[in-house]
């Protein structure tokens, strides 16, 4: 092939074309560590993390409903353990009530009363202007002085993974009402310490071990969703890694390659400058006199 | 004629030679670099025969012409290819100006704004009587839906920007049809006496490479002196010495469309070239996705709204949707998508309650699903799906146009090497008709003053 100047030219330019696109593509690279940031980078991974990236949004929002539930999962526990021991503490008073004189009677109806009024403002308990023990009515007081129910009996969900919700709040009357009305039992008692009708403090009795058996169960309840959250978080924390660690195999540059394409394509433009160096200043015309 | 004068003209004739010779290497050197430039040839011939004593001799050298080198079947390989670079380029920049629409994968697009919405209403779930969650579940709505019409709106931008090049691209094509067309004109009469007029051949040869560059048109030469032009869709361009430039007319949405002579539309099959590649991203491109972000939007809008048009507010209302226009239109769903304006004004209405307790947040919890929830709209696919395949799709009709563009550069490259290796300038080569012409002009001056020599022996003879 005959060759022109205008060959030697281009080829020159062209190599020179070549390598400088490596070089910017791999300084990119190198300069946020990802290999694909546009999707035109390398379409199949793209797509795939795209939809990664979605996912790990909403396992991380899972993780953090999750977290809020178990907040408050963990309020509900720590009140219904102070009913538990409210109600414990009037039944001490109860069995103590037999060897009671009137006078002391007259006080521990006092103090049952104060417990009533403990267990009104613990059956009312909030957090962050959220009624815990409303079933899903959660801005209005659930019960009014006499003990009376204004929520109802749903229970506001939260979701803690793809497929499991938890109660987040309970409902009161199934709580404190049903199966026995807390309130009206401890009304009943205060009365009966008040009256000195033993034979009404002693059907008490069976009442309040009731009530406190129930708790316990529901107090379980309580603690095996906090453990289903528990467990929920674990299997959330995994599973934002692998996302993690998937999006970053699919998006990352391997910074070494990237390193070796840099030197190496920097070394062929110097080869290339000082072969041209070479070639251009080579010509005929400085041969002949 | 045998006379001893007449060798004067011989050597007269012979110095000319050298000195077109010289000159036209002087030529080839000065426009080394010049685009367009096929080096020129000196053919030389022998004079006309003359008798003499014991036989026939020339009477010296003649230059029989000037020739431009050109390889024509080359040159036409060369303009196509030329032709589909620039296309693979322009749709290449077309392309990626609509990806960069689209936003990178973790930056600003929507899918982003999604997971802020997603997260937004899954935060609010936990606690749906909270009025900071709600207005934050409700700002991240309403970015949502920005996201969602700024895309579209800059995409519709694209392709007013888009038709105004190609109007651009029109005018220039018309132009440089009628140069053309004067060209031929001008090769014609020229070249009537049998001479080729190498630099206006070079002046049309630089007037074909631009038509095809912008058009992806064919140039053909019945003749080799006049050359016709026709574009992809086969429509006549230039025929000889008449150029038929594209008509210009603006369709109901003002899209600017483009006319053969006969005045029909040949927008659509003009699909070669700059223009071409400037047509399917106008035409195809970005409509399609157009087309898609109203699919988003309306699918987001009406399972969106069927969620909080069940639910209840915080004030007990109900049937208040989260998004306008409700129902979503059939186009523009994308261009319109607003929240709703009583929502914005007091975020209380936002209605996520499904069993009407306040502390209800299922419907949000609903909503925060939506982005990884499949819908028979979007092809049974969830929008995260839809959105990585529209970016996908995208990001591969880019890569095949790099691919393609870098296929055509290295095959024009190769080309370009073979078109320079005929009629490229090669100064070494110059250098030595240089060297050469000077000594043919050296021996023949040499030769006129042994002719006067001898011819002044011969008159001083007695």
Redesign the interface.
């Given at each position: 092939?005959?060759?022109?100047?205008?060959?030697l030219?281009?080829?020159y330019l062209?190599g020179i074309r070549n390598q400088r696109r490596t070089l910017d593509r791999a300084l990119a690279q190198l300069g946020d560590g990802k290999r694909?940031?546009?999707?035109?980078?390398?379409?199949?991974a793209?797509?795939?993390?795209?939809?990664l990236?979605?996912?790990l949004?909403?396992t991380?929002?899972?993780r953090?409903?999750a977290q809020?539930?178990a907040f408050?999962l963990n309020t509900i526990d720590v009140t219904l353990g102070e009913v538990f021991n409210l109600i414990s503490e009037a039944r001490t008073i109860a069995l103590g009530a037999g060897a009671a004189s009137d006078q002391q009677r007259e006080i521990q109806a006092g103090q049952i009363d104060q417990l009533r009024e403990r267990l009104l403002f613990l059956s009312n308990t909030e957090q962050?202007?959220?009624?815990l023990f409303?079933?899903?009515?959660?801005?209005a007081p659930p019960f009014d002085a006499s003990g009376a129910y204004a929520g109802?009996d749903?229970e506001?969900?939260?979701?803690i993974d793809e497929s499991q919700?938890v109660g987040?709040?309970l409902s009161g009357e199934r709580i404190f009402v049903t199966d026995g009305d807390l309130f009206a039992l401890m009304g009943n008692l205060a009365q009966a310490l008040r009256d000195n009708d033993t034979a009404a403090i002693e059907a008490r009795l069976p009442e309040l071990k009731n009530a406190l058996d129930r708790l316990g169960v529901n107090r379980a309840e309580v603690g095996d969703r906090l453990v289903r959250i528990e467990q929920a978080l674990d299997r959330g924390a995994d599973s934002a890694l692998r996302l993690k660690l998937r999006i970053g195999e699919l998006?990352d540059a391997d910074i070494e390659q990237t390193a070796f394409e840099l030197t190496s394509a920097s070394t062929t433009l110097d080869a290339l400058s000082a072969g041209a160096a070479k070639v251009f200043q080579r010509?005929?015309?400085d041969y002949?006199g | 004629m045998s006379g001893l004068f007449s060798y004067f003209d011989l050597g007269t004739r012979a110095l000319s030679a050298a000195r077109i010779g010289l000159q036209v290497a002087g030529d080839n050197i000065a426009n080394?670099?010049t685009p367009g430039y096929a080096?020129r040839r000196v053919d030389l011939t022998p004079g006309f025969l003359v008798r003499v004593q014991g036989g026939f001799l020339d009477s010296g050298v003649e230059v029989a012409r000037i020739r431009r080198a050109e390889d024509r079947f080359l040159q036409v390989t060369l303009e196509r290819e030329r032709g589909n670079l620039s296309g693979s380029r322009e749709r290449l920049r077309g392309?990626?100006e609509i990806?960069?629409t689209?936003g990178?994968?973790?930056g600003d697009g929507i899918?982003s704004a999604?997971?802020g919405f997603?997260?937004a209403f899954?935060?609010l779930?936990?606690?749906?009587?909270?009025p900071a969650l709600r207005r934050s579940a409700v700002s991240s709505a309403e970015s949502l839906t920005r996201q969602i019409r700024d895309t579209y709106t800059r995409l519709d931008d694209q392709r007013r920007a888009e038709d105004g090049s190609i109007e651009q691209l029109t005018g220039e094509i018309n132009r440089l049809a009628n140069d053309l067309a004067a060209l031929n004109r001008r090769i014609l009469s020229e070249e009537a006496d049998g001479a080729v007029a190498a630099p206006l051949r070079d002046q049309r040869q630089v007037v074909v490479e631009s038509l095809v560059e912008l058009t992806g048109g064919s140039a053909t030469s019945a003749d080799g002196s006049r050359v016709l032009f026709s574009l992809p869709s086969g429509t006549t361009l230039v025929n000889a010495d008449t150029a038929f430039p594209l008509g210009k007319t603006r369709d109901a949405n003002g899209i600017l469309q483009l006319k053969g002579p006969d005045g029909q539309i040949i927008t659509s099959r003009l699909r070669g070239g700059k223009l071409g590649a400037l047509l399917s991203v106008r035409d195809d491109a970005i409509p399609a996705r157009l087309a898609e972000l109203d699919r988003l939007a309306a699918d987001l809008i009406t399972r969106a709204n069927a969620l909080t048009t069940s639910g209840t507010a915080?004030d007990g209302s109900t049937g208040v949707p989260l998004f306008d226009p409700d129902p979503a239109p059939a186009t523009g769903a994308a261009r319109s998508i607003v929240v709703n304006s009583q929502v914005v004004a007091d975020p209380s209405l936002l209605a996520i309650?499904a069993?009407g307790?306040?502390?209800?947040?299922?419907l949000a919890?609903e909503l925060?699903?939506l982005?990884?929830t499949a819908s028979a709209a979007l092809g049974n696919r969830?929008p995260?799906?839809f959105?990585?395949?529209v970016?996908?799709?995208?990001?591969?009709q880019?890569?095949d146009a790099?691919v393609a563009g870098n296929v055509a550069e290295s095959v024009l490259?190769g080309l370009?090497?073979?078109r320079?290796?005929?009629?490229?300038?090669?100064?070494?080569e110059e250098?030595?008709e240089l060297?050469r012409f000077q000594r043919a002009f050296e021996a023949a001056a040499r030769f006129i003053q042994v002719l006067n020599e001898v011819t002044e022996t011969a008159i001083n003879l007695r």
């Open positions: 092939m005959r060759v022109s100047d205008a060959i030219q281009e080829t062209r694909v940031r546009h999707a035109s980078d390398d379409p199949v793209a797509a795939a993390s795209l939809e990236r979605a996912r949004v909403r991380e929002g899972l953090r409903s809020s539930a408050e962050d202007g959220r009624y409303g079933g899903t009515e959660t801005l109802n749903g506001a969900q939260a979701a919700t987040t709040t998006e010509s005929l015309f002949l | 080394a670099s080096r392309l990626q990806e960069a689209f990178s994968l973790d899918a999604w997971a997603t997260d899954g935060n779930a936990s606690s749906p009587e909270s915080l309650s069993d307790a306040p502390g209800d947040g299922a919890v925060s699903r982005q990884t969830t995260a799906q959105l990585a395949e970016a996908s799709t995208l990001g591969g880019i890569a790099d490259d370009v090497a073979r320079d290796s005929i009629t490229g300038v090669s100064l070494d250098a030595v060297v």
